[in-house]
């Protein structure tokens, strides 16, 4: 919201009914897009699973920040580390349950500035953090609140990282490379192994995001598709951000940071001014354990087996979707290797508004011309029917329009 348009709203002098209270607050929700209607084509998140949601609902007053007087949900959020940890090829695993991926990329890089400044001394020169420019927006904010520089490598034809590119970028400033395991933007998965061995290499931090990635790749894996390995079975990899409230169908807010061992997270630990109070290892200070209640019973009642079935439905759908566009005759920017698909199309701006009038809601890669769709489970065949149909009326090919351009590479 824009400050123009803020109209200025008293605080209620006076309580009222719970029901009118409700009433009230159902008056803005029902404007409020429902997952369940299959008309929403760019989230990463969806309708968190009922038991999840139960067991959150259960666990609503739990705080992690005081595990003396939550000590069963701070055992919760340590069987869900290890689990996920487990998942991801890391048995010593030490991390936690925060706000989500873009507080576990800050505290990944808090412990990489950390382990920088132990090995080489503080040094006069900003330091910085070298990934591709496909890396998420996060790394933004990350390197803002850490005073630390930016700085970003190409992209390969498959829009991966160029390692060799990423490599010319490292000197001794850097405090860490970033890798991603299903980039936001078109889900594909860098060439972990080489970048870690990299910064084995310069011995620095490797830290890779799989926050969109973590709960689906592990899965396809296991069913058998061909993905590179991406996480703590790589030696080199460092520490790992994955996302419960994306793929894994918890409610939000459910990130989740981990590193190999406790030696990864290095001196990440703030201690509390109150006896008897522990030491922090993440920013939020106050954090509901809610959200390890909830992450635990949906990975509990799903299993390996659950999120497998879930995977194989979700690359069916996503499959479906790509030949219901290419029977329209839409080529898609690249094979999608996980669950985004980015179609090119002349002003994809003015698809994505004319689309929303017609209430669908997409995004677009301004960097690549393209329609960005993204396939989570609230989406089904029916919904992928009615969205290729009104795609195709509304879009014009690329070529059709003088604002066409090539799509984008490098920096
Ligand atoms: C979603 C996402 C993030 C940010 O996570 P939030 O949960 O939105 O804070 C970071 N990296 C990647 C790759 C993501 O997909």
């Known amino acids: 919201m824009n400050g123009n348009s803020i109209r200025p709203l008293s605080f209620p002098p006076r309580g009222c009914d719970p029901a009118v209270a409700l009433e009230e607050v159902d008056r803005y929700l029902a404007s409020d897009y429902c997952y369940n209607g299959g008309r929403i084509f760019n989230s990463i998140c969806s309708q968190p699973l009922a038991t999840g949601v139960t067991a959150f609902v259960r666990a609503i007053a739990s705080n992690l920040a005081d595990p003396r007087i939550f000590p069963g949900s701070a055992a919760l959020e340590q069987v869900v580390i290890l689990w996920i940890g487990s998942l991801l090829g890391a048995p010593m695993v030490s991390g936690n349950l925060v706000s989500g991926g873009t507080e576990a990329n800050l505290l990944a890089m808090l412990a990489a500035c950390a382990r920088h400044k132990t090995r080489y001394g503080v040094q006069k020169q900003r330091l910085q953090i070298v990934a591709p420019v496909s890396v998420h927006y996060s790394f933004d904010k990350v390197a803002a609140v850490l005073g630390v520089e930016m700085v970003r490598s190409g992209l390969d034809e498959h829009y991966r990282a160029d390692v060799a590119d990423l ?203 393209a329609i960005r769709l993204v396939i989570h489970h609230h989406i089904d065949k029916a919904s992928i029917n009615a969205f290729v149909e009104a795609f195709s009326t509304t879009a014009q090919p690329v070529g059709e329009s003088s604002n066409a351009r090539a799509p984008h590479l490098g920096q």
């Open 167 to 369: 490599a010319s970028k490292i000197n001794k400033r850097t405090i860490a490379v970033v890798a991603t395991a299903g980039t936001s933007e078109l889900g594909a998965i860098d060439d972990i192994e080489s970048i870690s061995q990299l910064a084995a290499q310069h011995g620095i931090h490797c830290h890779v995001d799989a926050a969109t990635g973590g709960f689906i790749i592990p899965f396809a894996r296991h069913l058998g598709h061909f993905l590179s390995a991406f996480d703590f079975t790589l030696p080199h990899v460092d520490s790992m951000t994955v996302d419960p409230h994306k793929y894994g169908l918890a409610p939000i807010p459910a990130g989740c940071i981990l590193f190999r061992s406790h030696e990864e997270r290095g001196s990440l630990n703030f201690p509390s001014h109150y006896v008897g109070a522990p030491a922090h290892t993440t920013f939020s200070g106050t954090r509901t354990g809610a959200a390890a209640a909830a992450v635990a019973a949906v990975i509990r009642q799903l299993g390996r087996d659950g999120f497998a079935a879930l995977t194989r439905e979700l690359f069916h759908k996503r499959d479906y979707l790509v030949s219901r566009l290419e029977q329209r005759g839409w080529p898609l920017l690249i094979a999608p290797q996980l669950s985004i698909v980015a179609i090119p199309c002349a002003n994809p701006e003015k698809t994505l508004a004319d689309l929303q009038d017609l209430g669908w809601i997409v995004s677009l890669s301004k960097r690549n011309r």
